[in-house]
């Protein structure tokens, strides 16, 4: 089992920058996706950006250019720095983890509120 816990977010102005931080622990294999999802109010909860064990990464198109994914595979923390945020992209924000060899997370944080003002 993987422990996640999420940090970081909060309230910004539209326009501005949030980091969002997942420290990972437990049994975590080499060979793992770490992902960032989010889900509105009233709304499903979506991927918004994956990123393998080797560096790889993926974004959903409403986030591209402005979202980028990274991880810090010593200290197993996942990062997702938010820039020219929207007050679309308010959600609460959930970090993730599944193996190489699972279809989908088996892992998840708490959860961290975003809120971006108008």
């Known amino acids: 089992q993987v422990h996640l816990v999420e940090s970081g977010g909060g309230l910004v102005q539209a326009g501005g920058s949030l980091r969002l931080s997942c420290a990972a622990s437990g049994r975590i294999f080499s060979m793992n996706y770490m992902s960032w999802y989010r889900q509105g109010s009233e709304k499903e909860r979506e991927l918004v950006a994956v990123?393998?064990?080797?560096?790889?990464?993926y974004y959903t198109d409403s986030v591209k250019g402005r979202f980028t994914i990274s991880r810090d595979n010593a200290k197993n923390t996942l990062y997702l720095q938010m820039n020219s945020l929207k007050p679309e992209d308010t959600a609460m924000y959930y970090c993730a983890y599944r193996a190489s060899d699972q279809r989908l997370p088996s892992s998840w944080g708490q959860g961290i509120q975003v809120t971006v003002s108008s």
């Open positions: 990123i393998s064990s080797g560096g790889s990464t």
